[in-house]
């Protein structure tokens, strides 16, 4: 049996690390996961190229080349939710389908939110977002554990591969992906409590997309690190996707 191919795509201030508890959900069953850091992110280093969310999925693109992967289904959390609907718009044959983990609703009211992370991160380093992210971007489930975790994320990463990445998030209105050239099944992955990502920019997402087949499944009690504080809960829902459109 062919078994579908995972890109998984990590949101601001993560890595590949995001994805740990989910991806033995998938692997278990026979799927191929791939995990990758976004550029400034992780292990991967800054490379002081200005990037977008259009350039963002063409390095996904890259990666699938230099692996032999001819079409996968993107997983992309928070800013990748937006990368996700760009790649399946202009590479339509190399995306089988799409879940999209509290993904990030295109305007420009979130502008001046990231560039005052901008600023903030510039005159202080990390630590200003390692010691207020991880405890006001989760939901009411979240634990302590989760907490040092998303710390930990936030604190790996460098400031200024940071601030590009907000860049991108603050000027992705400006072009946005063509979510009405989205065809594939797509599956949106909200949290309840998520006041990054929140329901309503979810709802505009998904009845902007051109997809025939589409779906919003709603995380109880869930912040914006769905992947965090419910693993079990994305990896059966994703299980269940993969399984449908096999």
Same mark, same amino acid.
């Given at each position: 049996?062919?078994?579908?191919?995972?890109?998984?795509?990590?949101?601001?201030?993560?890595? %590949? %690390?995001?994805?740990?508890?989910?991806?033995? =959900?998938?692997?278990?069953?026979?799927?191929?996961?791939?995990? =990758?850091?976004?550029?400034?992110?992780?292990? !991967?280093?800054?490379?002081?190229?200005?990037?977008?969310?259009?350039?963002?999925?063409?390095?996904?693109?890259?990666?699938?080349?230099? &692996?032999?992967?001819?079409?996968?289904?993107?997983?992309?959390? !928070?800013?990748?939710?937006?990368?996700?609907?760009?790649?399946? $718009?202009?590479?339509?044959?190399? *995306?089988?389908?799409?879940?999209? *983990?509290?993904? *990030?609703?295109?305007?420009?009211?979130?502008?001046?939110?990231?560039?005052?992370?901008? %600023?903030?991160?510039?005159?202080?380093?990390?630590?200003?977002?390692?010691?207020?992210?991880?405890?006001?971007?989760?939901?009411?489930?979240?634990?302590?554990?989760? +907490?040092?975790?998303?710390?930990?994320?936030?604190?790996?990463?460098?400031? $200024?591969?940071?601030?590009?990445?907000?860049?991108?998030?603050? %000027?992705?209105?400006?072009?946005?992906?063509?979510?009405?050239?989205? !065809?594939?099944?797509?599956?949106?992955?909200?949290?309840?409590?998520?006041?990054?990502?929140?329901?309503?920019?979810?709802?505009?997402?998904?009845?902007?997309?051109? !997809?025939?087949?589409?779906?919003? *499944?709603?995380?109880?009690?869930?912040?914006?690190? +769905?992947?965090?504080?419910?693993?079990?809960?994305?990896?059966? &829902?994703? &299980?269940? =996707?993969?399984?449908?459109?096999?």
């Amino acid at each position: 049996m062919h078994l579908l191919k995972q890109k998984q795509s990590h949101g601001l201030g993560s890595s %590949n %690390n995001y994805y740990t508890s989910v991806v033995p =959900f998938l692997t278990e069953q026979g799927y191929r996961c791939v995990c =990758f850091d976004m550029t400034g992110s992780g292990r !991967s280093p800054y490379t002081h190229v200005e990037q977008s969310i259009h350039t963002l999925a063409g390095d996904v693109v890259t990666l699938m080349d230099v &692996l032999s992967i001819d079409k996968a289904v993107f997983v992309g959390h !928070s800013m990748s939710g937006v990368v996700g609907p760009e790649l399946a $718009a202009e590479w339509p044959d190399r *995306v089988r389908g799409l879940i999209l *983990v509290g993904p *990030v609703w295109p305007n420009p009211e979130v502008a001046p939110v990231f560039e005052d992370r901008i %600023n903030k991160v510039a005159e202080k380093g990390m630590e200003v977002m390692a010691d207020t992210v991880p405890y006001a971007a989760v939901g009411s489930k979240a634990t302590s554990l989760h +907490h040092a975790f998303i710390r930990e994320l936030l604190s790996g990463m460098t400031p $200024a591969g940071y601030i590009s990445l907000c860049r991108v998030i603050a %000027n992705a209105y400006k072009s946005p992906p063509k979510y009405e050239k989205v !065809s594939c099944a797509t599956l949106i992955i909200a949290g309840e409590e998520d006041k990054s990502a929140p329901l309503s920019g979810c709802k505009k997402i998904i009845e902007a997309l051109g !997809s025939e087949k589409k779906d919003l *499944v709603v995380m109880d009690k869930c912040g914006h690190w +769905h992947c965090i504080e419910g693993p079990e809960e994305v990896g059966k &829902l994703s &299980l269940d =996707f993969l399984k449908q459109i096999s």
